[in-house]
């Protein structure tokens, strides 16, 4: 089993759709959470860190459910820039607590 | 602020040569990484400093070796390319080793 595993989509959704992604992790000691996103041949940004409260961010709110081990990224109100291919990052309790990577979600976001 | 630079953007190599791949930063983090992104891998880090003067194997370090020159910058090197490091290389640091990471637009490197 991937450490973090992502459905890798694509998810084709309408302009104004509401979309969630799942990400799941292995490691029940895993500490920190993020979201990033990456647009086609770009560096990987920051979206936004998890936390175990979930938070919100304009029209996107993460969700943390440690007992089933996945987060979650639901993104309202989808605009065309939305388009890109979000990564799920986790830090676990691994030698030297590394960032580990899902493999990403793609969306696409048509008008 | 630019942020994380990496020079160079391209490259292009033949198996066998070597090359450095350079990344600097300028918002005064104290940890850097190395990672390369393959189709269908995910990013994989190669290999990380978590301070000025430390540098450490990550889970991909085999045909590597890095450098971190001063606490902006942090190089990577290829001694004797092959192929199966044509890859995308992007660099990333953070303020501290624990924090949210800033990445690079980094090198695309294909080897022949």
């Known amino acids: 089993r991937k450490e973090v595993e992502q459905d890798p989509g694509p998810f084709n959704v309408p302009e104004g759709a509401t979309v969630a992604f799942n990400c799941t992790y292995s490691?029940?000691?895993?500490?920190?959470f993020f979201w990033y996103r990456q647009d086609c041949r770009k560096e990987p940004k920051l979206l936004m860190s998890?936390?175990?409260s979930g938070n919100e961010d304009g029209r996107f709110t993460a969700q943390l459910n440690r007992a089933s081990q996945y987060i979650s990224l639901l993104i309202r109100d989808s605009k065309l820039s939305d388009s890109a291919t979000y990564l799920c990052?986790?830090?676990?309790?691994?030698?030297?607590?590394?960032?580990?990577f899902g493999g990403g979600t793609r969306l696409m976001v048509k008008p | 602020n630019a942020g994380v630079t990496q020079t160079p953007k391209f490259q292009v190599l033949k198996t066998g040569q070597s090359m450095t791949l350079q990344c600097a930063q300028d918002?005064?983090?104290?940890?850097m990484y190395w990672y390369r992104q393959d189709p269908g891998m995910g990013l994989r880090l190669i290999y990380y400093?978590?301070?000025?003067?430390?540098?450490d194997k990550g889970e991909v370090p085999n045909g590597y070796n890095v450098s971190r020159l001063n606490k902006r910058e942090f190089s990577l090197r290829l001694e004797s390319a092959a192929p199966s490091q044509t890859s995308v290389y992007f660099c990333?640091?953070?303020?501290?080793?624990?924090?949210?990471?800033?990445f690079g637009p980094g090198t695309r490197l294909t080897v022949t």
């Open positions: 490691n029940s000691a895993s500490q920190s």
């Open positions: 400093s978590a301070s000025e003067g430390t540098t």
């Open positions: 990052v986790v830090r676990g309790d691994n030698a030297g607590n590394m960032l580990t």
């Open positions: 998890v936390y175990s």
């Open positions: 990333a640091s953070s303020a501290d080793f624990y924090r949210e990471q800033y």
């Open positions: 918002m005064n983090h104290n940890s």
